[in-house]
């Protein structure tokens, strides 16, 4: 079995999400104890937001492939990035990395596609509600509109992510504006799904208080890493 480097720490919430539900699949799946080895490599998260930012992009990208070299040399046969923010740089990063990278873009659009969705919503921290890596990846390879919210919905979902999420906060009334702006996208936009497009939204949307299906992408990429280090 293929070992799994994930690299980390944006935030650690999440990372901490991928090594669960890994292993937890393992158990689904009648693997007994044969988990596979996974090497993590935890980020120093201040840093990292610090330059994104900043818009220092290629101080971005050089402190994604340091750490990508570090999972290598530990052993790691490939990589994901547990975070949908630095897919900002996704390309540039697979490009300097000397070990395959597990985009969470190219999982989600897969994932929607065999769902047969044809335009989604795109939750998320504002560098990823206000890029296009969503977009280029859903429309071109898959013919899926990917829409986000207004702008001031943007603001907010951002600032709960930075100082609740994150930090592992859990607030009930965040969880019920999170719902009314999924089901006002829904009803306004013409949204089929909603791309939880942060890897600390599931901690707290479901299809149940979302109230449309979700696209769960930290599930969606941690299952797939399975796959790829089951795969031959």
């Given at each position: 079995?293929?070992?799994?480097?994930?690299?980390?720490?944006?935030?650690?919430?999440?990372?901490?999400?991928?090594?669960?539900?890994i292993t937890a699949l393992c158990r689904q799946r009648?693997?007994?104890?044969?988990?596979?080895?996974?090497?993590?490599?935890?980020?120093?998260?201040?840093?990292?937001?610090?330059?994104?930012?900043?818009?220092?992009?290629?101080?971005?990208?050089?402190?994604?492939?340091?750490?990508?070299?570090?999972?290598?040399?530990?052993?790691a046969d490939f990589v994901l990035m547990a975070s949908?923010?630095?897919?900002?740089?996704?390309?540039?990063?697979?490009?300097?990395?000397?070990?395959?990278?597990?985009?969470?873009?190219?999982?989600?659009?897969r994932a929607a596609s065999k769902l047969g969705f044809?335009?989604?919503?795109?939750?998320?921290?504002?560098?990823?509600?206000?890029?296009?890596?969503?977009?280029?990846?859903?429309?071109?390879?898959?013919?899926?509109?990917?829409?986000?919210?207004?702008?001031?919905?943007?603001?907010?979902?951002?600032?709960?992510?930075?100082?609740?999420?994150?930090?592992?906060?859990?607030?009930?009334?965040?969880?019920?504006?999170?719902?009314?702006?999924?089901?006002?996208?829904?009803?306004?936009?013409?949204?089929?799904?909603?791309?939880?497009?942060?890897?600390?939204?599931?901690?707290?949307?479901?299809?149940?208080?979302?109230?449309?299906?979700?696209?769960?992408?930290?599930?969606?990429?941690?299952?797939?890493?399975?796959?790829?280090?089951?795969?031959?």
């Open positions: 079995m293929k070992k799994i480097g994930i690299l980390g720490g944006m935030a650690p919430e999440s990372t901490v999400e991928y090594y669960r539900i009648g693997m007994g104890y044969r988990y596979p080895v996974i090497i993590v490599y935890s980020l120093n998260f201040g840093e990292f937001i610090s330059l994104v930012e900043s818009g220092n992009l290629p101080e971005v990208i050089n402190l994604l492939c340091e750490a990508i070299d570090s999972l290598s040399h530990a052993g949908n923010t630095p897919h900002i740089v996704f390309n540039e990063v697979v490009a300097r990395s000397p070990i395959p990278l597990l985009s969470i873009v190219e999982e989600t659009g044809s335009r989604v919503g795109l939750l998320g921290t504002k560098f990823t509600m206000q890029a296009d890596f969503y977009s280029n990846v859903l429309s071109t390879k898959y013919g899926i509109s990917v829409v986000t919210p207004e702008e001031a919905d943007q603001d907010y979902i951002h600032n709960k992510i930075m100082t609740e999420l994150v930090n592992g906060y859990i607030v009930e009334g965040t969880r019920q504006e999170l719902s009314r702006i999924a089901k006002m996208m829904a009803d306004k936009q013409g949204i089929e799904a909603l791309i939880l497009g942060c890897t600390e939204l599931p901690l707290i949307l479901s299809e149940e208080t979302a109230g449309i299906p979700i696209l769960d992408t930290t599930r969606i990429h941690a299952e797939a890493a399975l796959d790829f280090a089951q795969s031959g």
